[in-house]
């Protein structure tokens, strides 16, 4: 999550998969906590850090967007 938040622009950190679907809302306290711990300050205090919502098919959601994603910005079909 530091190196996340770290880049540039990295505003946003988002822990998804089964464990933090598993243990996320009992886990999150305590990664925001190790977050702001070993990052600079500024990039800590800029950052969001929030559980997934995609489910169970956030990967293949993701994957999905990439060619999507390369279409569009190709001009289309």
């Known amino acids: ?5 770290a880049i ?8 998804s ?4 679907a598993a243990m996320g809302p009992a886990m999150l306290p305590a990664v925001r906590d190790a977050m702001r711990r070993h990052t ?3 990039p800590a205090e800029r950052a969001v850090l929030e559980l997934g919502r ?19 910005t190709a001009g289309g079909c």
Do not use: K
Request: charged share 20%; aromatic share 2%.
């Open 17 to 20: 998969g089964r464990v933090s």
């Open 40 to 42: 600079l300050d500024y």
């Open 54 to 72: 995609l489910g169970p098919e956030q990967v293949a959601l993701g994957a999905a967007t990439l060619p999507v994603h390369e279409l569009l």
């Open 1 to 5: 999550m530091c190196h996340a938040v």
């Open 8 to 15: 540039p622009r990295g505003r946003r950190a988002v822990l």
